[in-house]
T-cell receptor, first 115, second 113 residues
Framework: DTGVSQDPRHKITKRGQNVTFRCDPI?????LYWYRQTLGQGPEFLTY????????KSRLLSDRFSAERPKGSFSTLEIQRTEQGDSAMYLC?????????????FGPGTRLTVL | AQTVTQSQPEMSVQEAETVTLSCTYD???????LFWYKQPPSRQMILVIR??????QNATENRFSVNFQKAAKSFSLKISDSQLGDAAMYFC??????????FGTGTRLKVLA
């Protein structure tokens, strides 16, 4: 297993465009998380899936954001009508039964720049 | 509210010396985990060390150890024999509720040759 992967690694878009990011978790992990990290800050929780069910969403996740995890495997995070304030690193993490699901394994992130 | 505080935005250490990064947290839970993650520049976040709150013994992983003081809600990371590869952002993290992490703001560690 090669760990959590994210695609693309970098995305530059113009304000108002839609973007979609993909995350492939570690194969045996049934929990998947999305975080947003702005420069010089710690990651902030956005949303969480257990299998295909989205169980929790942060108030940071406005109506322009939507996340899915069809069939409980990979996940996508879509941002509609991007704004300059959406520029950030978007991190995906997954966890499994080991350590009581508490240990999360992170992907390399997708860095979004909105011009 | 559950919070994690890292009060040192930046720390410097000479190669081969020891440095301690501070973290305090606030929770009403009695049993939980705490984690330190390392995020090198432009690279992904990796786990450095974990501590289980019900264990009184401080966790150790090679050159990395913690000083966990549950009553004080303090969870500091000690790096011994610092190496150039230790230079990174270090984040303290607390799993909350459904195990979403609450992160501190991070400490940037510089290692001086």
């Amino acid at each position: 297993d090669t760990g959590v992967s994210q695609d693309p690694r970098h995305k530059i878009t113009k304000r108002g465009q839609n973007v979609t990011f993909r995350c492939d978790p570690i194969s045996e992990h049934n929990r998947l998380y999305w975080y947003r990290q702005t420069l010089g800050q710690g990651p902030e929780f956005l949303t969480y899936f257990q299998n295909e069910a989205q169980l929790e969403k942060s108030r940071l996740l406005s109506d322009r954001f939507s996340a899915e995890r069809p069939k409980g495997s990979f996940s996508t995070l879509e941002i509609q009508r991007t704004e300059q304030g959406d520029s950030a690193m978007y991190l995906c993490a997954s966890s499994g039964p080991g350590v009581g699901y508490n240990e999360q394994f992170f992907g390399p992130g997708t860095r979004l720049t909105v011009l | 509210a559950q919070t994690v505080t890292q009060s040192q935005p930046e720390m410097s250490v000479q190669e081969a010396e020891t440095v301690t990064l501070s973290c305090t947290y606030d929770t009403s839970e009695s049993d939980y985990y705490l984690f330190w993650y390392k995020q090198p520049p432009s690279r992904q976040m990796i786990l450095v060390i974990r501590q289980e709150a019900y264990k009184q013994q401080n966790a150790t992983e090679n050159r990395f150890s913690v000083n966990f003081q549950k009553a004080a809600k303090s969870f500091s990371l000690k790096i011994s024999d610092s190496q150039l590869g230790d230079a990174a952002m270090y984040f303290c993290a607390y799993p909350s509720g459904t195990y979403k992490y609450i992160f501190g703001t991070g400490t940037r560690l510089k290692v001086l040759a």
